[in-house]
């Protein structure tokens, strides 16, 4: 079995909330052998989510189980305010990711000359911060692409990239959040999946459950590389991932 949880149909807000573009996303989903999909909108185009449009879309959903989740950025300051947003919600999972740092969109491509000449690991320590404490707030049910930090390409140099996810592996595992492995890290610079070998490895090892995403903005991408990504999961010791059913989680197993 497959599931992607990690869909955007709004993209970046430049698509409407529709029943034919929705089916779009189904329609891909089944043959990727995708058997649970879940539409996860970036929170800041939530107000164009249409509900009535998504109870259509499930009830016809044939040989597809369609979730709802949302995808929130996370700041220490806005804690309240992401309650209060989940609260307005009858969701399934929320991602809590991390984009900004101090204001900083580093992983959009108009910022990215915000990591020249800037020192490498210190951006991966702040970066690291804040994955930590959207971890302790138990705001979230999934933490998105762990490791975004990397996407272009910019590796540390002082320490590996586990050492700044180590300190909080202990509390990962406490808290119950599930970390998803996110392909879309495959088709950016730095060409590699969220998490990466090496982080996914001490996840296991530290028996913090996995789902998977492909992070969707266009019906095409929908599970698009995941079945490496299950792959990948075996290989670091996984047997079963996680699905959502308004915030409850349930095993899903990984097959061959």
């Known amino acids: 079995m497959l599931v ?20 779009q996303f189904l329609d891909q989903a089944r043959r990727q052998g ?10 800041e185009w939530g107000r164009r989510i249409r509900p009535e449009v998504l109870e259509v879309v499930r009830m016809n959903a044939s040989g597809i189980c369609v979730r709802q989740g949302m995808e929130i950025d996370y700041n220490f300051e806005r804690e309240g305010e992401i309650r209060g947003i989940i609260k307005k919600w009858d969701l399934d999972f929320v991602i809590g990711s991390v984009h900004f740092i101090d204001g900083w969109g580093f992983d959009r491509p108009d910022s990215r000359s915000g990591f020249d000449g800037a020192d490498i690991d210190e951006l991966y320590e702040r970066y690291f911060r804040l994955v930590a404490q959207a971890v302790r707030s138990g705001l979230f049910d999934v933490i998105g692409h762990l490791d975004l930090i990397k996407i272009w390409g910019h590796r540390p140099a002082r320490k590996r990239d586990l050492e700044y996810v180590e300190p ?3 509390q990962m595992k406490r808290s119950g959040v599930v970390v998803e492995i996110n392909t879309a890290g495959l088709r950016k610079p730095v060409n590699e999946m969220y998490p990466s070998p090496s982080l996914l490895k001490a996840l296991f090892e530290a028996d913090i459950p996995i789902t998977f995403g492909s992070d969707a903005h266009e019906p095409g991408d929908v599970g ?7 792959e990948l999961a075996r290989q670091a010791g996984y047997r079963w991932c996680v699905g959502f059913d308004r915030r409850q989680r349930y095993e899903v197993t990984i097959t061959d």
């Open 168 to 170: 909080f592996l202990l």
């Open 34 to 43: 995708i058997t649970e999909i879940g539409l996860a909108e970036h929170e």
């Open 224 to 230: 698009r590389d995941l079945a490496k990504a299950r």
């Open 4 to 23: 992607d949880y990690h869909v955007h149909v709004l993209a970046h807000g430049e698509y409407e909330y529709t029943e034919e573009r929705i089916r």
